[in-house]
């Protein structure tokens, strides 16, 4: 059993040990989850996510409900316990990540499990579709699936209603199915292709064109694509999708009660002229979420800085024998396994 420390990172250490526990078949204890965070220990979304790599891969689990600082997860001993057929990694799950926790980190936990999947995946949440400190749903749809799907993963993803903060209640659906990825090739970006503004708001902003305004901000000269949605909570948010000969990138804003449309869609304007300006092929944000998928895939992701999500990601993966290294060569920073 792997005894993993959660210490020095969130809940993206818990999501990366779930994946390489259901890929590798391994156990693992996690103690001191989230500690430096103000609210430490396990919360509704983390306890969301184990409970949909459990399913997936039939582990039995401890220790996991809010709050908690440790926990146990052993794949593939669930059936066998109860005496039921050898268990087959794969299946469905239908998990409430509650209120405004975030659908896609869920979905992310599923994804490098693509590599040893027996059966597709159907995973069905309920939660924030567009949340707070994590890829809304268009990032998630437009920017990091299409990357993967180049790279041979086979998912689709659908969303029936969108959730905002601070209710949520929105509903999306994930495939995936058993997956071979090509090793990541992710070092030059090459000539952007296309500049796509994705721009949701609840339906009551349309009165005042808040998508359309978003999207304008973000960038006058891209695709807009327009979205009014009845949700239960007000909301909006706005991604800018880059797609590049060799890459591509996601730049977000995030609507709420103090912030107006304008500003909304200049916070993705400016991630993406502070993006152009760089070397990377891939943004901040995406970089840390490919390391768990480089570990099982190989290759290289040249990423604009070390980040301490990647950092503490490479570490745990360490602890699973996966080796991913992180290189500056002064313009930016490959990340290879
Ligand atoms: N605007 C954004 N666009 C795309 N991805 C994002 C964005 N904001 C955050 N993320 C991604 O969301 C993930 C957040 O992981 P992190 O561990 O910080 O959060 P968490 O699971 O909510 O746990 P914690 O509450 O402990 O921080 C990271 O992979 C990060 O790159």
């Known amino acids: 059993m792997h005894v993993l420390d959660g210490s020095s990172g969130g809940g993206q250490l818990v999501r990366t040990a779930l994946s390489c526990a259901a890929v590798s078949g391994e156990p693992f204890r996690m103690r001191y989850v989230r500690r430096a965070r103000s609210n430490p220990g396990l919360q509704a979304q983390h306890c969301a996510a184990i409970e949909a790599v459990a399913d997936i891969c039939d582990a039995a689990t401890e220790g996991v409900e809010v709050g908690s600082e440790a926990f146990t997860f ?14 087959v990694l794969g299946g469905s799950t239908s998990v409430e990540v509650g209120t405004a926790g975030s659908v896609p980190l869920v979905f992310d936990a599923l994804l490098p499990v693509a590599t040893a999947l027996e059966e597709p995946i159907e995973a069905s949440l309920t939660g924030g579709t567009d ?30 209603r969108r959730g905002f903060y601070p209710r949520g209640g929105g509903e999306a659906t994930l495939t995936v199915h058993p997956s071979e990825f090509a090793p990541l090739s992710l070092t030059e970006r090459g000539a952007r292709e296309s500049l796509t503004a994705y721009s ?6 349309a009165e005042d064109d808040v998508a359309e305004r ?14 009014y949605a009845e949700a239960d909570s007000v909301g909006s948010a706005v991604v800018l999708a880059a797609e590049y000969e060799q890459s591509r990138a996601g730049f ?36 840390d979420q490919l390391v768990p998928i480089l ?28 080796d991913v290294t992180v290189e500056d060569d002064g313009d930016a920073v490959v990340i290879s396994a």
């Open 252 to 287: 977000t804003g995030l609507g709420d009660r103090t912030t107006s449309a304008e500003e909304v869609g200049e916070a993705a304007a400016e991630a993406f002229a502070e993006f152009e300006d760089g070397d990377a092929a891939v943004d901040g944000h995406l970089a």
């Open 214 to 227: 978003q999207a304008e901000a973000a960038a006058p000269d891209a695709t807009h694509e327009i979205e």
């Open 74 to 87: 052993e794949p593939r001993v669930a059936a066998e316990e109860a005496d039921e057929e050898e268990p």
């Open 131 to 160: 949340a707070k400190w994590a890829p809304p749903f268009d990032y998630f749809r437009h920017v990091k699936l299409p990357l993967l799907r180049e790279h041979g993963l086979e998912a689709e993803v659908s969303v029936d």
């Open 295 to 322: 570990a099982v895939a190989g290759g290289e992701v040249r990423a604009p800085e070390v980040t301490t999500h990647v950092e503490t990601v490479v570490d745990l993966l360490g602890e699973f024998g996966y």
């Open 200 to 205: 949701v708001a609840e339906a009551s902003l």
